[in-house]
């Protein structure tokens, strides 16, 4: 028995010492490796830790990577923007119930206004007053950018038709004892059907594609899959394709959507053609509409903000109509005749509607119209919701949703090419302030709709569109592609159309991108190009030197541009932060301190606290820095701190010595 006791206690101590050496083991490799990675490394000592970590980081994911270009994903819901992210709530501008309904026969081709009956008696307190309902039209002025004023007054019953020279109409129902008192007061624009040339009469052998560009202001892919979710979702469906690799080419919005819409950008086109600043020489550029036009396309345009309008937003506009079906003659009269409320600065309310429901419902007009039986190009554009809060779309969600389900359920989008689009993303605020904001403010969405017949009919044209889904893009390939759509459905032996100037060496969608595309083989500059990643450099005395001398470039284009007597010269306030172009193959530098590098750089000057975004070429050896000054950026809002200059790029930089607050 006691030599049995003995084993036992031999035995006990055996694995008492078993355990304990297993237990040192754990300690060596550390207590942030999991317990099945442990017995893993135990079983094989040349097992990596990193590799079988269950903490090891997330591999980093991509909206893009080629060979020479790797542009990073980001997560739109992270802990950093999800501390700031509020979405926002809807704000109806009236609720009350329609008094006069619009509807469109289709069988008499005419717009036919109806009176609410039960609404009216609503209004009237339920009494048995008599009220009269009148409409005045709006007519256009001389001039493609005005209204010219309204016109008498016509009385109307229920189930009037519209005359078919009435585009735009201001409504009112008022007491019939006092006409002071107004029951309900609106206004409705209509696109009036229009009867085929006779060149469109007989069918034709190739089928002409239709295109509608439905476009919002300042919403990148990253903040659409945030605010608008549903729409990012219907965006996946059948026959949609997301440009992953789309990078903006210009700042605001007038040179990315004219590099859209005319293929060149506005300094190639002052050398070119004309300076768009002057009166007049928006109507001699090469737009985009007039070679649908040349075509037999019937064209239309609008957008929902006259004050930041592309055309108007200190750039003379058009002297004569651009398109057949022009909105902004009846914006300026909803505007002028309606009550407005704005939000924070745009107009957000005009009268009953939300400014941009006037917009869309027009491009609703145009499409359902026309799309079934001719082809037609629109581009219908908003930015009241958008542009200065980027939270807001969230509100508008459901709105946008629709407009699309609207599109799909009328059978249009079997019937049509559809670009849903943005100009550029946040350009300031607080999502520029995240560690993203480089990607949130340079990353617009992108996404393009072929109809069933469009991919059978073109199934090469379909799949380099898939393929470029993974290409690095820009807005000269989407003003290619515009082109492209026109040739296909001219003559096989028709002329082709001049592609964009501005970018030689950018192509149409249909055609497949190279793999090792470059941001200036897509017409992109560094300072707007997302394609090679940057790494942060710190210490004052390095990175000091590169914002003064940026700061000196500034205060010089002043002289040059002959604004230093209004402008006041910039100091040093303090740097946000400091990167260095490392490039998409190396993933470190053994020496920083170069002779020569490209450098981003983000800083705030003290006059007004005035932020700016640079990128340079410094050279440490001189202290000098390269830059183009209109290409800096301001990240934050400049409406205050240039009241003194009508500029519209040196509005950027300028902090007018009247604005320079205490």
Known sequence: MESRIHTYQWVYKFLGLCYFLIAVVFVIYGSNVSWSTKIKQIRNPNLSRISESEDKPEPQLYYLKTSKCHIPYVDPFNDEVMEIYKPQTLITCSNETDLILTEYNASIKRHVLHIDEKVALKLLNFTEAEYNCFYREIKYGDQAETFDKLGEKKYFTNGYEVPLHVEGMIVECQLAKDPKVVLQKDAFTFVQHRPLPKNLESPR??????????????????????????????????????????????????????????????????????????????????????????????????????????FTYLKPGFSKKPTDFYFRPMLRALETELDVYRLPYMRYCLGRRMANRYVFDYGRQFTKRFVHERPIWGMFWSNHFSHDDPFMPSSMQEKVLGDLLDFQEDGDLEEMIMIFFADHGTRFGRLTELQEGFLEERLPMMFIHLPPWFRETYPSYAQALELNQHRLSSNFDLHNTLKHIIEIGGTPDGPKLPKSFDCPTCQSLFHPLPEDRTCPQAGIEEHWCTCEPYRIITGQEWTTPIAHSVIDRMNEYFVHKNLNRLCSNLTLNYIHKTEIKTGPNLDYFKDLRQESAVYRIKFKVNQNGADFQATVVYNNSTQKAEVNVEKISRTNSYKEDSTCINDKLAKLYCICFGDIKA
């Open 205 to 310: 052998g190739t089928r002409k594609p239709s295109v509608i560009m439905y476009g919002i202001d300042s919403l990148s892919r990253i903040n659409l899959r945030r605010t608008m979710p549903k729409v990012f979702k219907f965006l996946q469906g059948p026959g949609w394709y997301e440009m992953k690799g789309y990078n903006k080419v210009g700042d605001n919005s007038f040179p990315n959507i004219i590099a859209i819409l005319s293929g060149y950008s506005e300094t190639t086109a002052k050398e070119q053609v004309c300076d768009t600043n002057k009166a007049g020489c928006l109507d001699e550029m090469p737009m985009i509409w007039k070679y649908f036009k040349n075509a037999s396309y019937l064209t239309g345009y609008a957008e929902d903000e006259s004050d930041s309008n592309h």
